[in-house]
T-cell receptor, first 111, second 113 residues
Framework: GENVEQHPSTLSVQEGDSAVIKCTYS??????FPWYKQELGKGPQLIIDIRSNVGEKKDQRIAVTLNKTAKHFSLHITETQPEDSAVYFCAASIEDYQLIWGAGTKLIIKP | KAGVTQTPRYLIKTRGQQVTLSCSPISGHRSVSWYQQTPGQGLQFLFE???????NKGNFPGRFSGRQFSNSRSEMNVSTLELGDSALYLC????????????FGQGTRLTVV
């Protein structure tokens, strides 16, 4: 079955710098890759997703890139702000099966 | 429109007891998934319901069960509670059975003592 690995487990960056979180997946049939942000005391919130027919997608300061050959996808956050501090989860799925989740990355933005 | 609502938000139970958690999905959403979240374990999939039918089930013991009603509201039940069942239980809903664009509730924090 599908397996998703997420790195790093903790990432500390200076405010204003960029942050990159990477996930690798095992099943080449996976075709949907969402990223979720979980703030303290809240449920995860979808922030961006990408499908396998697209290599990159941007939404303001966040972007996701997908390399199907290498079977990895990454979340890029530019000009980080204190409110970006949270735990970020990646996931992968073959569309009508359940999402398989990465273990999460705790992002710390240092003032 | 209202988001995913989970009740109760917090719960304290004793070992051996049973518990029922409730999830009301976003209006119009027919798919509901349940997850267990513990520190360091990420999100562990419990089960998923679509139109009152369980479509997928994770690797949890039979003490964990669920159901979905005709109005798409879902409940999960844990019987014979163990200390290790202490966790945040999250519910997510999506419009269709493709599990894309899933929206999560705030979760129910269960503590077993």
């Amino acid at each position: 079955g599908e397996n998703v690995e997420q790195h790093p487990s903790t990432l500390s960056v200076q405010e204003g710098d960029s942050a990159v979180i990477k996930c690798t997946y095992s099943d080449s049939a996976s075709n949907y890759f969402p990223w979720y942000k979980q703030e303290l005391g809240k449920g995860p919130q979808l922030i961006i997703d990408i499908r396998s027919n697209v290599g990159e997608k941007k939404d303001q300061r966040i972007a996701v890139t997908l390399n199907k050959t290498a079977k990895h996808f990454s979340l890029h956050i530019t000009e980080t702000q204190p409110e970006d501090s949270a735990v970020y989860f990646c996931a992968a799925s073959i569309e009508d099966y359940q999402l398989i989740w990465g273990a999460g990355t705790k992002l710390i933005i240092k003032p | 429109k209202a988001g995913v609502t989970q009740t109760p938000r917090y719960l304290i139970k004793t070992r051996g007891q049973q518990v029922t958690l409730s999830c009301s999905p976003i209006s119009g959403h027919r798919s509901v998934s349940w997850y267990q979240q513990t520190p360091g374990q990420g999100l562990q999939f419990l089960f998923e319901y679509f139109s009152e039918t369980q479509r997928n089930k994770g690797n949890f013991p039979g003490r964990f069960s669920g159901r979905q009603f005709s109005n798409s509201r879902s409940e999960m039940n844990v019987s014979t509670l163990e200390l290790g069942d202490s966790a945040l239980y999250l519910c997510a809903s999506s419009f269709n059975q493709k599990n894309t664009e899933a929206f999560f509730g705030q979760g129910t924090r269960l503590t077993v003592v």
